[in-house]
């Protein structure tokens, strides 16, 4: 018999490739190895559970253990893969401090990504968290939940009851600090709203949101104030200083007594298990990969959080670790070992967020600096106009930014907010660009217009035809 | 000195091709003839207008006459241009049943279109309207107030005030039919709701908005259901009868007693004073036109809902009246006229509408007999999928029909439907299509996801990946 395809991660791109795998060669032998209790839940709606917009930690699961083993998944969950040898096709795995040996056909690494707290000093006492996978959504639920709660969730059996019991019993905090502005920074300080905790958010550089360039930092910060979120903007945080427990955030502008601390200020590929194969890894720090996902090791794959990417604007590798990149790629190379070779696809860095009622959208790149290093010669527009005719009432200010390159005319980058259906108009941005439009070509688009949804001109042709200006 | 730029029709094209070229040729004459008192007012504000939402008619101008002025163009109002002579570059002028003769440099035909009924038996009963322009909507609010109150916007200068004043005075109808289901049928229909009225919708197919195809149909129909409407499908009125004012719908299955009539089932390009000129007239009765707007005939332009323009999808002349073809295509040949030959745009038939809480759009083709009489090998795909992520508050289903070309797998046309956000979604599937997009191509696309906005598949790409799996 063949040796089955190994996954390693049991989340989003590890069990999409699975699936895939399973439903084309329903013949073929699949294991995925899951170092932790939880499988395929949904990262982007973490924030929501710790805000109490999604009620249960379970609604975040797309899948149970029960229905991954339906799909003929050979699913080993709380099995750490410790090793890979790609001569001998084989991985290394741990499970209760035993090892034992498997042998692979092929292998998919989709290790994912874990969040970066190192950097801030003191980081490691209590009361300090990043928000990444469900056990670390459940303990900062609980600690915002009131102690003599009933501790949310610890009925659904992979939840880490002691640590929610643990943060169940704290009071809950008067005072938060956000260490990043960036989404993680921005949704939370949402989140901890919503519980009626004064926030404080910390952002090194000027502007929140950096990947959706200064004029969507910009309002995002005037909607968060008016929200009632204290925004340090322009201040590095030196130390989170306290006993065992976090007392205090010391920044460059001051020092501010807090209860909590989440820090969001990065993520990092997990590659750690590759180091010492041949399988090489990208400069962006990510498993370099090819269009079909394939590693520089023959049989080796890698998708996800964990994995590089073709950026649909450079044609370069780049590492954007988003949740329909982890899914379309995992999907691909399910489909690609199964004997039938699919393209992942390429990324546009399309990315969406919500700051409480304010959307922003952003796709390719805006940033000059990043446009230049990539040989292209950018320009830049940043409109206003409104998302739905003057007269009809509901509609808001919508900002939009484009950044494209002087010779070629080619949009290279954009970004969209603003209150009213404003993030998901971003696609048509993502469109244009993955099919290598010019910025005149985008200025003639036929766009929707009804009073209710866009002005005659849509805030996107406003800004094609502002930017078209400056190419001529 | 040079002739002037002659344009005929104040509103979107007209104007919008004046302004453009008085901004680039402040030393040129442009003259600007409009029939009647009103200039440059939203035709796709009226049904909201009529509802109330829009409060004042006032609201629905995008100029004055004295903005008009500013801009350096010479608008005469209450003028008709009633004929052309192509070889002597001259029109003729009717003002208070004076004649005069006006020569001309360029020649914009920009005469709009006019509600169609009279295929209606009895159509011109009191109490009978078509809605087109500012004059009939006035007259269909004033009918819907109550006789005790102030006839609206009497105040007005161009307003009809002895109509308003008239239809103001009647009681106000208890029950209204609504004669077709596109567009106008549709957005009325929720504006007599507004005000109380029953309302009837009579459609002669069995689906309310064809052109956005059966799926979208059901789903306005059964929406419109919830929010009190009777609709009357599969179901030709054959007769508007009374004595002076209409009583009665007489249709195929029986008959129905009304207070009012709102005629919606088409409009249809003024072109009447071409006739006996050399301009050649399309096939679809709109004036022919090639890609800068020219007609057939030397220095004769023709633009906005009497004209038509090249499909993006066939490459074919298409007569798809809507405001953003108008303002595009006015501004484009007023750059041309001024010296700096612009194209006007293709058109994707892009085209969205409100029915009460529920959002649709389409674009390109999607009807199958329309897609084999251009030559393709129509196949398509309806699919329902949610709007954001399942666990996320707040989202609908939504609706997502593609048709596609089987042999080269070119996406043709589109319709999305749903009650969150799916209006403006269909940009994405318009930018696609315009930039010919495979299925394949279309399911690969980086489209936005957070949980708040969409799910990780967008309903776009749910499509896509089913369709093209028909398609391999």
Same mark, same amino acid.
């Given at each position: 018999m063949a040796d089955p395809f190994v996954v390693v991660g049991g989340d989003a791109a590890g069990l999409s490739a699975a699936s895939k795998f399973a439903r084309e060669r329903p013949d073929g032998d699949v294991i995925v190895y899951e170092k932790g209790r939880w499988i395929s839940y949904a990262h982007c709606g973490t924030p929501y559970y710790v805000k109490g917009?999604?009620?249960?930690?379970?609604?975040?699961?797309?899948?149970?253990p029960a229905d991954v083993a339906d799909r003929g998944i050979d699913l080993r969950r709380?099995?750490?893969?410790?090793?890979?040898d790609t001569d001998e096709r084989t991985v290394t795995v741990v499970h209760n401090g035993e090892q034992s040996v498997q042998p692979y056909s092929d292998l998919l690494v989709a290790t994912g990504a874990r969040a970066v707290s190192d950097p801030v000093d003191g980081h490691s006492l209590d009361g300090v968290f990043t928000l990444h996978g469900i056990d670390s959504a459940c303990a900062i639920r609980a600690a915002l939940a009131d102690p003599g709660t009933e501790p949310v969730d610890t009925d659904v059996d992979a939840v880490d009851r002691e640590t929610v019991e643990r943060y169940t019993a704290w009071d809950p905090p008067e005072t938060v600090a956000v260490v990043g502005g960036g989404y993680v920074g921005v949704e939370m300080a949402e989140a901890f709203r919503a519980h009626g905790v004064e926030t404080h958010v910390f952002q090194r550089s000027g502007h929140l949101l950096p990947p959706f360039g200064d004029a969507a930092g910009e309002r995002v910060a005037d909607h968060m104030r008016e929200q009632g979120v204290t925004l340090h903007l322009d201040c590095a945080v030196e130390e989170l200083a306290g006993g065992e427990r976090v007392e205090t955030v010391v920044h460059e502008d001051g020092r501010l007594a807090v209860d909590l601390v989440l820090v969001g200020i990065g993520i990092r590929p997990n590659t750690e298990l590759l180091s010492g194969t041949p399988v090489e890894i990208g400069d962006s720090g990510a498993v370099a990969t090819d269009e079909h996902g394939r590693t520089s090791v023959d049989g080796v794959y890698a998708a996800g959080d964990c994995a590089e990417d073709r950026h649909a604007v450079t044609g370069e590798p780049a590492w954007v670790p988003l949740g329909l990149t982890a899914n379309r790629a995992g999907r691909a190379i399910g489909q690609t070992v199964a004997g039938d070779p699919s393209p992942v696809g390429d990324i546009a860095g399309t990315a969406v967020v919500k700051a409480f009622d304010m959307e922003c959208g952003r796709v390719g790149i805006i940033d000059h600096e990043r446009a230049e290093a990539d040989g292209f010669d950018p320009v830049s527009e940043t409109i206003t106009a409104g998302s739905?005719?003057? #007269? #009809?009432?509901?509609g808001d200010e919508t900002t939009v930014t484009l950044t494209a390159d002087r010779e070629s005319g080619r949009l290279l980058g954009g970004a969209i907010t603003g209150r009213d259906r404003a993030a998901i108009r971003i696609d048509t941005l993502a469109t244009a660009i993955e099919r290598d439009t010019t910025v005149p070509q985008l200025e003639r688009l036929d766009l929707a217009y009804a009073p209710p949804f866009s002005p005659v001109w849509d805030p996107v042709l406003v800004a094609a035809k502002v930017l078209n200006g400056h190419l001529e």
């Open positions: 917009e999604v009620e249960h930690v379970t609604d975040l699961l797309s899948l149970t709380e099995r750490e893969v410790v090793a890979v739905r005719s003057g #007269y #009809y009432p509901g």
